[in-house]
């Protein structure tokens, strides 16, 4: 391969390579992968086709961009030092974790250096590489690694003959400085280029997936997206016509196909792409690798430092997880992606989709069935948070309220949470409808609004059910349903406005103890309540809050006294969808739902362990019954 003379006068001397020119580059080419997120999801289909690598890799360098970048440094080491934290803190997926691992083995290998050479550069850059690749429990070629590899290898073989000065040099640069740089660089850094979009085009031959779908390795595209934005900044800094990028559309002919085919391949027993923060003193990476291998994870990348650490792996089990990682320090910003509902929505993209929260009490099987996408939310036993019914299960939930001293809190997901849950879906849809926990009893709403307007708030809808539990669940359900009859937007949002405040929910709280712990109810009514041996009957009024209506007195036959009240409060000649949930109590919400069945008409009807959002309040053995008309 030829590389750049080094002293060439038409290309200026070979000077270092300064902070600010760096910087300028980096946003150059963190805007361009942000840019062409949809097209890196459209060829997503290794190591699962759930059709994200775009939005992970736009949200592991959003990251960067909105904080590393957007201030100057005193220096290319602490430059680095900055992107490569931020994107270990921000990685989102395999790409994003192998990306940030790759920046953070950059920073390690420059060091404190306030400039480098080029020499130097791509000295990292080779360190980088091993980095990059040891962070991966299982490398394989074909992916951005091999990339990573070809473009680093190529950047130290174009700068074996420099004699360029040693690091050192001045901090920042005036704006002919930096046209000098990028005259110096330009070429050289192109020939590496070179070599990236070769190894990029033999990723199909590497990897059979690849080449049956009829695409190049998507991470491996936006590693090269990367660096095409790089080499138009150093293009634009000398005047001269931007490089030969490839900015055609990427030919996603057959990808779909390919889709369908590699769904029925998709790992059930590995559903769960599951990332955390791990921070700690002193961290076992080694360690951490071995302990995710006992739990037979796979896609295992484990990047950062001693200090901070990002792991990715693909599980049956976040929970397990999680919790094997809590060995090895403090485990933080947990996330736990659902691949076969991704892969579902990337091999099949339609018009509208419906996401609701865990909050509602789905029946089990129905979100997969129905295409219906949930958001969890995050669940506090002291200094443990966990994901709702993901990280931690309803069973799993009441068995510690059950032995714990610490009262449980629940709190709303994370804008992030929504708002890539939001991105990727409508990477593959016309418009998504969140149908949400009520804007009464929690911020949860508010957090999907900030996502939905940090997004595409044009395609993004909101819909407060003034609901929780199986009363969100049975709204969420028939908007699901809605929008797999080929609805618009429009439509389905009408529809649930309909249903809204024909949806009815009542509670028996049999344990009020937990209400009164958490400030739901006052002492004296919990006192009341326990004097009288009452059990209050509440209703979900139209502003989203439980108000008390009545109460039974005594514990004999709780459920079927409930069914019977509730069917007094309901039209008789009336067809019901029924959700019943229950806190911990399978044999009382089952006797419900007979009991219901034997008062009303009713066309479809669940149990379901009612989650944490109810639960933490209500109390081991409160019973939920929901309603929801059915038309002829």
Known sequence: MASTTPFDPALGAPGPIRAAALRHALIAGVRRVIARRDALNKINV???????????????????????????????????????DQAIDGARGNSGAI??????????????????????????????????????????????????????EALAQAAEGDRGS????????????MRDESRALRPWFESALAQARAALQRTPDQLPVLRKAGVVDAGAQGFVDLLEGIGDFLARRTGAAAADAVDADIDITGVHDALHAELAEVDASHRWCTECLLVGDGLDRAGLQGALADLGADCVVVAGSAHRVKVHAHVARPAAMFEALARFGRVDSTKADDMLAQARTASAPGGCVVVTDSSADVPEGLADALNLHVVPLRVNFGEHDYLDRVGLSPSEFYARLRHEHLLPRTSQPPVGDFRRQFDFLLSHHADVVYVGLSRAVSGTLQAAEAAAQRGDPARTHVFDTA???????????????????????????AHVAALKPKTLTFALARDIRHAVRGGRVPRWAGWIASVLRA????KVVPAGRLKPCSALF????????FAAYVARQVPADTRWRLIVGHCDAAD???????????RLHVAEGWVVE???????????????????????
């Open 467 to 493: 609901n929780a539990a199986g009363g969100q669940a049975l709204l969420a359900i028939a908007a699901a349903e809605k929008a797999a009859s080929g609805a618009s937007a429009a439509e389905v949002l």
């Open 46 to 84: 290794f190591p699962v086709p759930d059709g994200d690598t775009g939005n992970n890799l736009a949200l592991t360098l959003g990251t960067v961009l909105s904080g590393a970048l957007q201030r100057r440094a005193g220096g290319v080491g602490r430059l680095l030092r900055r992107v490569g």
């Open 535 to 538: 059990t209050p009957i509440a």
């Open 166 to 177: 040693s690091a050192g040099g001045p901090v920042d640069g005036a704006a002919s400085g």
């Open 610 to 632: 009612t989650g944490p959002a109810v639960g933490a309040h209500a109390g081991p053995g409160a019973l939920v019954a929901c309603l929801q008309p059915v038309s002829a």
């Open 554 to 561: 005594g514990d004999a036959r709780a459920p079927e006294r």
């Open 99 to 152: 990306l940030a691992q790759f920046f953070s083995g950059l920073a390690d290998a420059v060091g404190p250096r306030a400039s480098l050479d080029r020499r130097g550069l791509a000295e990292a850059a080779r360190a980088a590489s091993r980095s990059a690749r040891a962070a991966m429990a299982e490398p394989k070629e074909g992916t951005m690694i091999s990339v990573i590899h070809a473009f680093a």
């Open 588 to 598: 009382d919400g089952a006797a419900l739902l007979a009991a219901l069945r034997a």
